[in-house]
């Protein structure tokens, strides 16, 4: 089974923001994202937004994260074939 993408309303309702603050976290470089080729929809893997959970937010009892947010290096992953698809 392929790795689960999400769109970008579901990784906001996931924390709790708005798309915009995703749209920003993106642009900021720190949240990675997947465009397949010829479209405008960036989707987010799950992995991803498991990682940014685990790197950048509190933990239960009030802890502070593990890390400051850092921006991520290279572009976005666009598939150079033509058959993009996950498996």
């Not at 397949?36 to 960036?42: C, D, F, I, T, V």
């Amino acid at each position: 089974m392929g790795k689960k993408l999400l769109s970008q309303k579901e990784v906001a309702e996931i924390f709790g923001v708005s798309e915009n603050t995703i749209k920003n976290w993106r642009n900021e470089k720190l949240l990675s994202f997947f465009q397949a080729p010829g479209s405008s929809r960036k989707m987010y893997f799950q992995d991803a937004v498991d990682e940014f959970i685990e790197r950048y937010t509190k933990n239960q009892r009030g802890g502070v994260a593990k890390e400051k947010p850092k921006k991520i290096s290279g572009e976005p992953r666009i598939s150079s074939n033509e058959d993009w698809r996950i498996e």
